[in-house]
């Protein structure tokens, strides 16, 4: 259930109460493929970055180890040891964009495993009953990720059947959460929003699916090639027609600045690779800009990350030594940066509720987004 706290301008301040736990939005959801973060970083590390909310991938975790083992073992919040709200994608993404060969018919569609090449057929109902396996809090619609960019004709009939499948998507669900053996009855579902940059799809699109009473929605197929300015407009024009009574998601977006654009626009729902991709890379988060720890220049530099940062990370570590752990490959030092990185995004997910709740968001969105230009090496 959604309560919405407060809103200033189009900035959205938020709770979600669910079975696992209350989410205050807007949040990051930390995303853990795997069901790890990437990085070598534990359920107990989590527990000391803020992290409200861990995303999983139902494709991965049905190819690996296996949806049906995972629920012998008492769904993943047993399994990862977590037990606060889980949010699993449909692996509609990892379908269009991991898997080879691929076939999309009414029914679902057919591919090769991206481990061993065995085919797999996956629709609305299988993802369904995949993420009632790993007994997520949050389960999202299985979609079809349409190209970009894509023909006009090609993303009205693709987006159509993604209205098709969210209805079966919606009784499945229902189906599963009535039986006795589902780990998680209370499963919720979010719908996704399709359309690309046509916002008179995503409009249409945006009206029915919200006419469907989901627990949340989402706009997908974005950040997949399209301009930021695009992106931006697209979700200034789509979320005035999704329910302000329940959470917006903006899926796999994006950088800090995105971010602060987003919630503005009325996004409260997050989640993205970067803050652990961009930390395996040497790349560490700060409120000047992102710096490249590799770099010449830290070799001697005694300072941690960003002073003042209050991660575990920054309290016991300088710049000069995690340089060093990268120079010599030690995996403590990717680690240390993705610590922080985590702990970065979700500092500035608080921030940004604390600015909503006194009413000042365009004052620090600004002043954070002047920072991140101050110093930034991107
Ligand atoms: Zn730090």
Redo the contacts with the bound molecule.
Sequence with gaps: MYKLLKQDGMAKRGEFHTVHGVIQTPVFMNVGTCAAIKGAVSTEDLEGLKTQVELSNTYHLHVRPGDKVVKQLGGLHKFMVWDKPILTDSGGFQVFSLAGLRKIKEEGVYFNSHIDGRKIFMGPEESMQIQSNLASTIAMAFDECPPHPATREYMQNSVDRTTRWLERCKKEMARLNSLEDTINKNQMLFGINQGGTFEDIRIEHAKRISEMDLDGYALGGLAVGESHEEMYRIIEETVPYLPLEKPTYLMGVGTPANILEAVDRGVDFFDCVYPTRNGRHGHAYTNKGKINLLNARFELDSR???EG?Q?P??RRYSRAYIRHLLKAKEMLGLRLIVI?NL??YNTMMEEIRDAIDQGAYKAYKKAKLDGFAANGED
Excluded: D, L, R, T
Aim: hydrophobic fraction near 30%; proline fraction near 10%; charge should be negative.
């Design positions: 941690p990350i960003e940062c991660c990370a920054c922080h702990y970065f």
